[in-house]
């Protein structure tokens, strides 16, 4: 109800005053509240936390939106072995049917120092999918 009532109009406001073909929204704080909404607002990616799970995000957008994410990003993509990175891959693309409008990513955003090989290891994990 707070976020219907107090963010709603104002973001809606904002993404409406620029005339852009992306539109992007981060929100690590609690995006599923504003997921059904984003279509609404002019949301056309949306950044979320790697605690929500990415089956949820596209059932609660109506998959409309484009996601960006959606490992952890500081244990698992910066601190995590290849081992750790393939698994987290390997279940967040099995908990979900349809991987159209996904740009995989870390969820909230790479982290700083990141080594090179995981990196790496996540771009040919998600690409063996």
Known sequence: DDFKELALPLLTEIFNHFDSKVRFFHNDA???VCAPYLKDIGVNLFNFSFEHPMAEMKSLTGNSVTLLGNIPPRDVL???????IRESIKDVMNSIENRSGIIWSCGGGMPQDVPTENI???IDSVNRF
């Open 30 to 32: 609690q995006g599923l």
């Open 78 to 84: 910066a601190q995590g072995t290849k081992k750790n």
């Open 120 to 122: 790496k290891t996540f």
